[in-house]
């Protein structure tokens, strides 16, 4: 614990009396902003800007949702309408969900967990958020100009040769955008190997930063895939050049083929930073040490490896060989396997551990239950099967709002619950966060779960009308209730975020008694993270349970010593059992 | 309203495949049930029990359990190998049809299904199919990727341009269900979609046979025949003039005299005007007007009138035209002239069915228009 013992004595200080300098006061100037270099800084500046984009996703999902409550729509016109849900997707996906953890949590918690002053490459890292800002720019130029109604998958020949939406600015933009994923998986992979603290082993690495490493890795050998394609797409539509079109001589499914090699181990880019913070909050919140650190650590490199060989699922009834399916259909059980390893390694972690309910934990607890129902229901797309009945209807739509919005979204939400304290220094209103977790877990389900059925009925994704089956309208009239409760549970959030941000009480260095080089330093950091560079000692998550056990709820071990009682309830002395 | 309370739980089970799917799909269900109720169980039950400030034994934690770790990686592993057997062996069979399947072939085009049986007859957003034999649909796009998914069959296959892709199936129950575009495809894509009729052989043949129909078709004077009897223009207008209304044998092309001295050629303007509104214009030698037919009668009701009644002017009795319109008739049909190439709003074309139909079956229907006839449209 030589780490902490450095920094124990800022604990019981407020740090708003001495008016100490960190990240977020030493300069005030926009330039000193736009211009920062501090993984910090660049972490609220994608903050800021993801929020922008996930509002906009999300009053295109409210205006889906609206039209479906009736048969025949309600106020759009086709047209528009598929332009609105493309839009929800695009923006949504390139957007949202692919920087979200890692361009805002991994940028600012990622130095600090390691013991490093900044990332390895900081000018690297002020450009990936402006390449994302000129991709998010064009994007939503591409959608007032006239918006796309492609979809977010851009399948050829639809988006090369038939659409006449903002086709090429859109794909610009996100092949744009795709070079900051790009940047920011270099950058963590570079940092993760030269810049751990001494004593910062591999394994005793948070399993958050084995997370983000292995979305990096997929950042790194994928977004390259799927700029190609897209460029391709342009140059298809712009120049006519044949590559996917047959009317020119192309292939409409080799554009599949490239476009699912990235997308869907982009679909691991999006939840394997949420993998990591779950296990940052069921550890913490548990004050345990993970269970199966090991395992759950290289299952996430397992998925990363994995998720690159089986893209062919999304193309069981695209007229790809039988014999293709039928490998992709096994490789994709292969990868279901360790996923269910980190939920059981998790479940595991909650036994004979000390389980606060902070609100973090809430939506630990939530995406643990959302996660397994969507990772399941997977199995049934993966079975070749059962997919030529369930794929492009809403089963599929159903599935993966549970692994993205369930999973990713709720990691999102306790992250930003978790960490929000050493990000702005302020606490929020507790009691509201935990009603907010709640609601989120309600109106997610309301919403999702009725779409599992009218998908498994046969109703196809995508569709405007549904008059001629209005046998489907109950359950999107339950579903569309459900939006409304799950708008409530992410404008909760927002409300009362900004309210601490004006009125919260000062966050003390380590409000929850989590372990981590990250709470051994002043909330809001400094601008160089560490005064002095820590020397880590001690393991991962090393929280003594024994010594905890006559403790009330909320204290920390900090506060006991380094020497914290070895006593267990029979009053024997027993060792503390590290591996 | 009465659909809002209405929650099917399942979709109709209605082909080969139906049962074998959801064979696979609630297994997979049971799974899915049991390990959210395994994690859930345990999650709630232990983060209650070991909730901090709960005075329970906590000693000997654990952190490392390779027994305990290989148990959770191997039965998962197991489990979902078995179900990828049973999923991947129904998607064998599903790609494997019988030799003996009935071929019908189908053409996506935005926003329609063109779907063309092999002795020619060919329908839009319909299939008909009989039960109980293999069918083979043989697919290929016009335009862009669509999808023909057919959720009571359990069958869905992409449509590609530039390639032919194939799906087949038996359907088993007879029935009306929804067939949809899976994939998108542009504007219209909700409502690309349709019915597929599955019937009993003996009705399938039947309609084979009338080309598309439920039953014979009618020409127009047909049509207007039946019409003509059934509102009642036979009880005045006979065969020869009577003092309550002239015949109108031959009536088309000639001069009309009016009560007021002008005069018209009855030609098709006349003759719909005189049924509709028929006090526009009083022939000498009749003191009123018959009733109007103006709100009782369709424009098409009235077209198919006056083919009727230029018909009567070409022979001596009524009945005369009846042969010779059939074999129009099916000259027309066979064309596909008839069938709507529009896409009329997710309604499914009704062919209304006749109340008297003529008993006549077209066993030699030609073949015309292959599937590439309509290809540059």
Not at chain 1, 61 to 74: D, F, Q
Not at chain 1, 500 to 520: Q, T, Y
Not at chain 2, 250 to 267: E, M
């Amino acid at each position: 614990m030589s780490a902490t013992a450095t920094t124990t004595g800022q604990i019981h200080e407020e740090p708003g009396g001495g008016k100490e300098t960190n990240y977020l006061n030493v300069t005030h100037t926009i330039k000193s902003w736009l211009l920062t270099q501090d993984h910090k800084r660049i972490a609220i500046l994608y903050m800021v800007s993801t929020a922008f984009f996930f509002l906009l996703g999300g009053i295109a999902a409210g205006l889906i949702r609206y039209e479906l409550t009736s048969p025949a729509g309600v106020m759009l016109e086709s047209e528009t309408y598929n332009k609105v849900f493309s839009a929800h997707g695009i923006l949504m996906i390139f957007t949202f969900l692919v920087p979200a953890i890692p361009a805002i949590f991994g940028n600012f918690v990622l130095p600090l967990m390691i013991g490093a002053r900044d990332v390895a490459f900081p000018k690297l890292n002020l450009m990936s958020w402006y390449l994302y800002m000129t991709g998010g720019s064009l994007i939503l130029w591409g959608i007032l100009a006239g918006g796309v109604d492609t979809g977010w998958t851009f399948y050829v020949p639809l988006s090369s040769m038939y659409s006449n939406g903002q086709v090429t600015i859109t794909l610009v933009g996100i092949f744009i955008a795709g070079f900051s994923s790009i940047t920011t998986g270099i950058n963590f992979v570079v940092t993760v190997h030269k810049m751990r603290a001494p004593g910062m082993t591999w394994f005793r690495l948070p399993l958050f930063i084995w997370a983000m490493y292995a979305t990096s890795v997929i950042m790194i050998l994928g977004t390259p895939v799927v700029a190609v394609t897209l460029l391709c797409v342009i140059f298809e539509r712009a120049f006519h050049l044949p590559i996917f079109s047959p009317e020119l001589g192309g292939d409409p499914v080799l554009f599949q083929h490239m476009f699912w090699f990235y997308s869907h181990p982009a679909v691991y880019i999006m939840i394997l930073p949420g993998f990591g913070v779950i296990s940052e909050l069921i550890a913490n919140f548990s004050r345990k040490r993970i269970f199966g650190y090991h395992f759950v650590a290289f299952s996430s490199l397992a998925i990363a490896g994995l998720g690159f060989l089986v893209w062919g699922h999304h193309m069981f009834v695209s007229s790809q060989s039988m014999y293709e399916g039928i490998v992709f259909s096994l490789i994709s059980f292969l990868v279901a396997v360790p996923s269910a390893i980190k939920i059981f390694n998790w479940t595991a972690t909650l036994y004979k551990g000390h389980i606060r309910f902070q609100a973090p934990m809430l939506y630990a607890l939530s995406f643990m239950g959302l996660f397994t129902l969507g990772g399941l229901t997977g199995l049934f797309l993966a079975s070749m099967g059962t997919d030529v009945h369930l794929t492009n209807t809403y089963f599929i739509v159903a599935h993966f709002h549970y692994v993205m919005v369930g999973g990713q979204m709720t990691a999102y939400m306790g992250a930003l619950h978790y960490w929000w304290p050493k990000m702005t220094g302020r606490m929020y209103h507790e009691g509201m966060a935990k009603f907010a977790a709640l609601i989120l877990f309600i109106g997610f389900n309301l919403t999702f779960f009725p779409q599992f059925i009218v998908g498994w009925l046969g109703m196809p994704r995508r569709y405007h009308y549904y008059y001629f089956a209005p046998e489907y309208q109950p359950y999107h009239i339950m579903s569309s209730l459900g939006a409304s409760v799950l708008a409530l549970g992410f404008g909760l959030p927002a409300f009362y975020l900004i309210a601490s941000l004006i009125n919260g009480p000062k966050a003390s260095a380590n409000p929850w008694g989590a372990h981590g080089l990250e709470w051994n330093i002043a909330s809001p950091p400094p601008t160089e993270n560490f005064l002095e560079i820590p020397i880590v000692t001690d393991e991962v998550y090393d929280f003594d349970p024994t010594s905890e056990f006559e403790q009330e709820a909320g204290t920390h071990r900090i506060m006991h010593g380094d020497a914290p009682g070895l006593q267990t309830k029979d009053g024997d002395k027993k060792p503390m059992e590290d591996k | 309203m009465f659909h809002l309370f209405n929650f099917p739980l399942a979709p109709p089970a209605a082909s080969n495949f139906a049962k074998e799917h959801d064979l696979v799909f609630y297994t997979l269900c049971a799974l899915t049930v049991l390990f959210c109720v395994i994690v859930g169980a345990g999650v709630i039950f232990f983060s209650i029990y070991y909730r901090a400030g709960n005075k329970v034994d906590r000693s000997r934690p654990m952190y490392e359990n390779l027994k305990l770790e290989l148990t959770w990686t191997f039965i998962p592993l197991l489990l979902g190998i078995v179900v990828f057997w049973m999923g991947a062996r129904l998607f064998v069979e599903m790609k494997t049809p019988p030799k003996d399947a009935q071929e019908i072939f189908v053409v996506g085009k935005q926003w329609m299904w063109h779907v063309q049986h092999t002795n020619g007859v060919r329908e839009n957003n319909t299939l008909h199919i009989p039960i109980g034999k293999p069918v083979k649909l043989t697919m290929i796009s016009q335009d862009v990727i669509h999808a023909f998914y057919i959720p009571a069959f359990r069958v869905q296959m992409h449509v590609v341009p530039g390639r032919y892709t194939q799906l087949w199936f038996t359907a088993t129950e007879p029935g009306a269900y929804h067939l949809f575009c899976g994939m998108y495809c542009g504007t219209q894509h909700s409502e690309m979609g349709g019915t597929v009729y599955a019937m009993e052989p003996k009705d399938y043949a039947n309609w084979l046979a009338n080309g598309g129909e439920e039953t014979v078709p009618m020409t127009m004077t047909q049509a207007g025949e039946k019409i003509y009897n059934r509102v009642g223009c036979n009880n005045c207008h006979a065969n020869v003039s009577t003092p309550r209304a002239p015949s109108l044998l031959g009536i088309y092309n000639t001069k009309r005299v009016f009560t007021d001295g002008t005069s018209l050629v009855a030609n098709e303007e006349y003759l719909r005007d005189s049924i509709l509104h028929p006090w526009n214009h009083i022939t000498n030698g009749y003191d009123e007007s018959m009733p109007a037919y103006d709100g009782q009668l369709s424009e098409s009701d009235v077209l198919n009138l006056i083919a009727y009644i230029k018909e009567m002017g070409t022979s001596t009795g009524k009945s005369a035209p009846s042969s010779l319109g059939n074999a129009e008739g099916a000259a027309t049909r066979a064309t596909g002239h008839d069938v709507h190439d529009t896409l009329s709003v997710g309604a499914i074309q009704a062919n209304v069915p006749d109340p008297n139909p003529t008993p006549t079956l077209r066993k030699d229907t030609p073949a015309v228009g292959a599937i590439a006839a309509e290809g540059n449209k």
